[in-house]
Each structure stands twice: as structure tokens, then as C-alpha cells.
């Protein structure tokens, strides 16, 4: 009969899972096991520690004086048991080796910190090195040494283990005796490299400097040990010599810890923080390291050398290395590119997530430890270089000056500290448990339930532990906003508050680190933003840190910040404005991208404020009869003709912004922004016509209007195509009432014809928008508004086939539905001849086309670069296709259309265009009617050149979905396609 204590329901109670088995292994440890079973019970895992303790036990000479010891001390038997159910590595370790569970009686163990020195001395004697050598070198056999080197560590990480395990060591005391453990390993191992050099080994001093986590002391359990190798020749040496061995040595050291044996590898020694990484020599002068650091290391490795520190090898000479670059880190905020580097520095962080792992990163992850470590060190090196104090390589002693000193709030500063060390004992418990370098929380509940009950969550551990995870998750990435922003506000606004304040020199420092072109002006605007007790400062304050961080993400924050308090100061006290940004992320978010991208969103922001609630929408264009329908009954109730106008124009411009910023924030295909403003146009248009057609009868007292009119887009606008900068192409054409007299109708449709355009060019709150009407027959000579049998007899005698060419992108849109059918039914077989253009028309197109792209180019303008008259550009393209309308369309009904890729494509199904070329003239057309758009975006004015201004271009590259950085990039990928779609131009335009 089961003892009760040893009962299937009791062993469940006190943790274990498979309660036979464990009956089992407590049955061959007979009555030394009832002693241990409350302690076992307060394991990471109870099964795992007891058939670990077994399998010991199986293993001991001394098992009977191991059972007796665990008996009678519990100090030790909590240090072995705690061990055994948290880390299977460790358990099979002491398989191995059962004599190591010697190591865990000291009863002083969980009290006392070796010393770096101790570490280091045993590990050289695990070698046979003398440790009181300048430069020890191993006695033992290579191999054996290897093995010796292996034993030895695992024997201190044993004990340290023991002691972070049962006696909650801090986990930045256990990084530190990892360090100093990696530290006193990587001595040894260069020992065991001297020896396989023998006397040669002499010829160089070698210093080994760790970078990373071991320079900082905050090494994990299993972590890449990074490291910068520095050599001098010895005296009396060679220098070619001297850099053989000081590379041989270095590449011992990194297989001499990296290689496998039977007693396993120990961890990867990483040179690739070295000067010119990978592709640099493994070794380098103390000359050649201060002229690469001079001339040409990013800031990125500056960032690096925070945490440099001098480990083995020539102490001497490592210390001469920081002598070099200490100084150069402090100074590497001021260097050119500093912004840049910065931002690439956390792209970097983010592209080196797996996109499986992305939610269960530890180090990379969002609110992950990287977010801590670099925020920390960002901090250092803006305010590091006027304050000696904030320079610990270390994250939370870092953390702890920068909080000491006012740079992050002490509230802040504890949470992200307690948030910190949560996150790295767990990744510590993650990995000592198979000792494997992995900073992804598992998915399975077997582990979850292990690294709970190891972090002491013993009362439903999995969701006890998922739970606080995503607390601290939560909170480091609401820190990682605030360590930068929010002391900014407390350095303008008189915040009550007892903690120390960032002077406005170093709150105009870090706003210059984070790209602010003008920190004086920036610091004016959250001034005046945040300043006072009002709801609205108390809300900004709340705002602006994640504000600020948007901004700077973007290509122009000053004028994203500039923009924000100019629209917040005309909202003014507006209730939903203030408490949608604070309430609605995606709203603030929004809104920050647009203001520091765009001037033309800005601009109609600044105007149409109440825009911003758009912002929270899908951000579709609206169709054309919903906008005309809402256009006509705002005009509808407004007496006065310019005020009726005014009502269309604030509808138009609202939808603007629509359009815009669905362009900007990459909602909407550049096809679709064509076809929104071009609808925007026709309901525009329809509304305006209805207003000045009301306006001419009053004015001369007509009832009925005495002639029916519509108007017909021509152009961009035709094709459905316009950018934000076009004007609208016309044609008016009216037809006559049966009863009317034509001389009267003919002056009332040039009044309203006249009319629509002053009222549309009147100065307004709107973008204008110009009616052009110069494609009408002869031009500015002609009369601007035509009868239907005028514009007959004309084309019938006059017409070029330039008109012709014209007439390809016509659609009448707007005003009378049968006149609109008719118009087109009349230019149909001229723009589409059944049998096409002839063989001398297609001469005198391209003759025109010549002369197009000799005179019309601006002066001083660049072909290659130029989006409409270059070379590939859209008039290329466009003229391409529209040669083939004219030949081909009366046997191909799908070339009859306005629309310039329907058009191309029905080419390439009609086989007229290869697919390759047909999808390069494609491609080209897009994307440069996408950077035309954005140059308007970006400039808040049309132009038809890739900007110069670097900020302007970088906003471009950002509207188009061009990472900060990647300029030439863009630049490179628009030559390339634009050289793509000319040759394909010259094979089909040109034959």
C-alpha cells in the first residue's frame, strides 16, 4: 500500500505530472526520499529534477554519502534539486561528471561571488597555465586540454546556476559572473593557442577585447561571445610576422571555444564587430584600428564600442585600444549621418526578426529587450558626451544613471528596470534548460510550465506567466516611446513634479539626434502645445512622445511638428479633435506621417481641419454621382453664386485630402488616384456648370436655359489619369433648343462657359482648380464653346491628325446626357478609322513627336530625369500607345478607350505589343505617375523633375515605400525602368 505521502493524488498536488514514474525513481531512492519531497515540489519541474537526481544517484560511487548529504542539508539539496529541474543540460552534465555535485555544499555558495581573478585562475590551471604568467600558456595535451577547458566551465556555471536558481541571485549579478566567466575562458583558451603555436607565439602581443553583451557584463547564459582582436609586434619583431601569429593565435582562440568535443562545444566567438566586419582582417594595429575609426566607421559601430572592454590577453595593449576609441564614441552624435544611422539601426533591429518568432521574440521583438538596450544606448550617446555619469556599458547601470540624472522619468526608470529584468531572467531560464543560445519563448505548455514555476509562478503557471510577460512587453514598448519624448515636455511646460529636468540644451541635443533640423523651433512648439493646465495641454502631453516618434520616423518632423500645432491651434478647443488623437492610435499615427511627408495634405489639412476624422476610415475615393449628388444640394442652398461655388469647392477639397491621404499612407493604387480626381472633376464640374448656368439666367432673366451644354474631358483628365498638380482639359459644346434663337443660345453657353471658370478660379481655401480649354479647334483662336454641327464641319475639313490624337483621351462627362452620347458618336470615326491612320500620318506623328521632345523640354532640364518629357517618361508612353490607337483601334475594340494602360493591355492580348514590352511600358507609366504624384505630395506644387533637395527626395523615396537611406536607390531603379520603357519606345513608337 502507497505511503500518503507518496499517493498518486499527493505527488499530483505537489507538482509532479507522471506520477508513476516518479513513484518509481522516489521508491530507488528508498527513505531518502521522503526528506526531499518538499523541496522537489518547489522546482521548475518536478519530474525532470527527480529522474535527474536517479539517474545521479545510478551514476555516483557515493551515492549513499550523496542521499546522506541531501538529507541532512537542505541548503544543498535545494542548490542540486533546483538545478536538475530547471536545466537538463546541467543534469546530464553531472551524469557525466558525479562528482560535481560537490560543487553546490559550500555553505557560502549563495552569499559569495567569486571574483574574476578566481574564475580566471581556474580555468588556466584546468590547462595547465600558470596564471601568474604575462602570457600562460598550456602544458596539457591539445586535446585534453580542450576537454579539461570544457569541464572547468561547466563546473562554474554549475555553481552559478545553483546559486541564481535557489538563493534569486539579481539577474545583473548573474550576467556579470557569466562575463567574467566567458572572460577568464577566452584567457584559457588563448593559453591552449599559444601552446599549439609554440615559441612562434611570442613574435605578437594579442589583446582581446569583448564587445556586446560580455564587454557590458551582461552576458547570457549561452550567447555569441563578440570580440575585436589587437595586435602589436613584440619587440624586435617582425611586422608581417607579428600579424601571422597574432592571426593564428585569434583563430585558435575562436575554434578552441567554438569546436565540439565529447564534452561539447562551449560558444561561438564572434569577430564581426571588428572594423570592416567579415571582410576586415581578423587582427589589426592600434594605428589601423584609430584610421578606420577616424575615416570610416558608421555610427552603428560607435554604438558598439559603448560596451568595449579589454578581457584577455595583453591587458596593456587593450587598454591603449580604449585610450583610442573611448573619446571617438562620445563624440559620434555630432558626426554627419548620425540620424540616419540611427534609423538604420533600428530597421535593422526589426529586419532580423523571423516572421514566425516575431510574437514570441524575447531580444527582438516589440517590447522586447532590444527596445531597452537600444533606447538606453541612444540616450548615452546624445547626452554621454557632456555627461560622464550616464556612461556605464552596462543596460540597467546605465539605466540607473540616466534616471539619476533626469534624463528618464524615475517612475519610468523603475518600471523599465523591473520590466528589463523579468524579460532577462527569462530568456536566462529559456536557455539554461538545454544551454542553447534561443531568445524565443516557447509554445508548448510543457515548457511554459517549467519557466513559470521558475520564475516562481507556481499557481497556474502558464497563464501566470503569459500574463506578465505581456505586461512587461507592454510596458518596455511604452517606455521605449516615452525615454526620448516625454523628458522633452518637461523641459518646456511647467509639469509640477520633484524629478530632475533636461536643460533645454540637451533637450535640443536629443531633438537634433532625432533629426530635427531646427531644435530651437521644435522646442517653441511643444511649448506652446503643452505649456499650462488646461484639458488640451494635459491631453498634448499625453500625445505628444508617440507624436514626436512618428515625426522623427518620417522624412521632414520639424514640419510634422509645425504642422501638428498649427492644426491643433485652429481646432483649437473642438471636443472630438483632442480626445480622437488620444483615443484612435491609428488617427494620431496617421496624421503625424502626413504632416511630416506631405505639404499639399498639410496644406488642406490646415484648411479643411476637420479632415483629420477621415483619417480613421477605409480612405477610398467616393464615386462620382455620390459626390455630385452631395455637391449640387450644398450649392443648392446658397442664393449668392460665388457663395454656392464655395460650398462645391470646400466638398472638393475635402475629398482632396481623401484622396491624398490614401495616396500618402499607400491605401490606394496610382490608377485609383487618377480616377478619384478625375471624378472629383466631373462632379465638381456638374455641380459648378448647374451654379453658373442659374447665375447667366438670373442675370438676364431667362426661365429656361435656351441651349443644352456638356462638357468633354480631354487630356490626363480624359483618360482618367490626372495628377494632383493637372489642369482640367476641356471642350464646351452646346446644341440649340428647338425654338431658340441661335445667336442668343450661342452667347448664354460662352456666359456660362465663362462663368464655370471664373467662379472655379476665384482665390479660396481650395487648391484652384484651372479649366483649360486650348485643345478646343484653333486653339485660343477659336470660340470657346461650339454648337454640335460646328465641331461636325470642322473636323470634317480641317482636322490634323494631331487632333485627332487628341480626341483618343475625349469623354464627355459632364452636362447633357444625349449631347455627351452624341459628341463622342461624332469623333469616334475620326480618332478610330476603321482602316486606320495612314502610312504618311504615322510620319507625321513622329515627326511631331520629335518635335516635342527637342522643344518642349524645359531649358536646363535634366532627360534622364525629367518625368513627363524624358527619356522612358510619360509622354513617351502615352504617345506609344496612342499610335497604336490610331492605327489599330478600328479592328481592336478594346484600343477604343481614353485610358492608357486599358489601351496598352488590349494591345498586348491583340498581340500588337510583346508581353515583356507591354509590362515594361506598364511598369514605367505607374511608377512614374506615382513619383509625379508624390513630388506634388511631398512639394505642395506640381513638378516634373526627381526633387534635388535631399529632404524632399527622401520624402519621395518614402512615399513610395523606399526605406530612410535607400535615395539612390530610387534614383538607380528610376533610371533603370525609365531605360527599360525608352527601349521598348524606340522599337515600337519608332520602329
Known sequence: MNRPATSKGALLRLGFRDADTARSALAELGAAADPLLALLARTADPDLALVALARLVEASTEAAELLAELADDEGTAMRL???????????DHLVRHPDHWRELTDPLLGSTRPAAYALRTDLLRAVGADPDDPAPTATIADDDAMVALRVEYRRALLRLAARDLAHHLGVDDVAAELSDLAAGTLEAALAVARQRLGA????????????????????????????????????GADDNNAARVATQLAGHLIRICSEHTGEGTI??????????????????????HRGYYERWAKTWEFQALLKARPVAGDLALGHDYMAIVSPMVWTAAEREGFVGDTQAMRRRVIDQIPPRDAERQLKLGSGGLRDVEFAVQLLQLVHGRADEQIRPPATLSALAELTRGGYVGREDGEALHEAYCFLRTLEHRIQLFQLRRTHVVPADEESLRRLGRSMGLVKDPVNALDKVWQHHRREVRRLHEKLFYRPLLAAVAKIPGTEARLTLEAAGERLAALGYLDPKAALRHLEALTSGVSRSANIQRTLLPAMLEWFADAPDPDAGLFGFRRISESLGDTPWYLKTLRDEGQVAERLARLLATSRYATSLLEREPQGVRMLGEDLVPLGAEALTEEMVASASRQVNPEKAVRAVRAIRRRELFRIAAGDLLGLIDVA????????????????????AGRSVREQRGLEDAPTRMAVVAMGRYGGFELSYGSDADVLFVHEPESDADPQVASSYAHAVANELRRLLSLPGADPALEIDADLRPEGKQGPLVRTLDSYAAYYAKWSKVWEAQALLRADAVVGDLELRRRFEELIDPLRFPVEGISADDVLEVRRIKARVDQERLPRGADPQTHLKLGRGGLADIEWTVQLLQM????????????RTLDALEAARAAGLVEDDDAAELAHAWRTVSRIRNAVTLVRGKPGDHLPRDPREKAAVASILGYPPGELDTMVNDYLRLTRHARAVVDKVFWG
Open 200 to 235: 612562434e607565439a611570442s613574435l605578437a602581443r594579442l589583446a582581446v577585447i569583448a564587445m556586446g553583451k560580455c564587454g557590458g557584463h551582461e552576458l547570457n547564459y549561452v550567447s555569441d561571445v563578440d570580440v575585436i582582436f589587437v595586435f602589436e609586434p613584440a619587440d
Open 672 to 691: 485609383d488616384v487618377g480616377a478619384g480626381l478625375s471624378r472629383l472633376t466631373d462632379a465638381t464640374l456638374e455641380a459648378t456648370l448647374g451654379v
Open 81 to 91: 534539486l533546483s538545478v536538475l529541474g530547471a536545466s537538463a543540460a546541467l543534469g
Open 267 to 288: 560558444w561561438p566567438v564572434d569577430a564581426a564587430l571588428r572594423p570592416e566586419g567579415k571582410a576586415g582582417p581578423l587582427v589589426r594595429t592600434l594605428a589601423s
Open 887 to 898: 492605327r489599330y483601334a478600328g479592328q481592336v475594340p478594346g484600343l477604343r478607350t481614353s
